[in-house]
């Protein structure tokens, strides 16, 4: 007797399985990775600069709201280009 699960599988088409990602696409993943860390260390690097600068408890929040949302932008652009890479 089959599970529920089994049921439901069959139903939907069966196991997806992910396709193994090749040597190429993994050298293209890390190298995106790569070229993101340095982006990122480059926006915390001039975030660095901007509060050397600052003046006011105001200007520093500011600095870090916009640190942080460019942070997580080039994180979810990183993961973006990442997945196309996969997708392939």
Do not use: H, N, W
């Amino acid at each position: 007797m089959k599970s529920a699960y089994e049921l439901a599988m069959e139903r939907f088409g069966g196991e997806e399985t992910p396709s193994p990602i090749s040597d190429a696409q993994k050298e293209q993943i890390a190298e995106i990775a790569s070229r993101y860390k340095a982006k990122e260390a480059e926006a915390r690097l001039y975030a660095d600069e901007q509060r050397k600068k600052a003046t006011t408890v105001k200007e520093l929040d500011q600095i870090q709201a916009d640190l942080a949302v460019e942070l997580a932008s080039a994180t979810q652009r990183c993961e973006k280009e990442k997945q196309k890479i996969r997708d392939r």
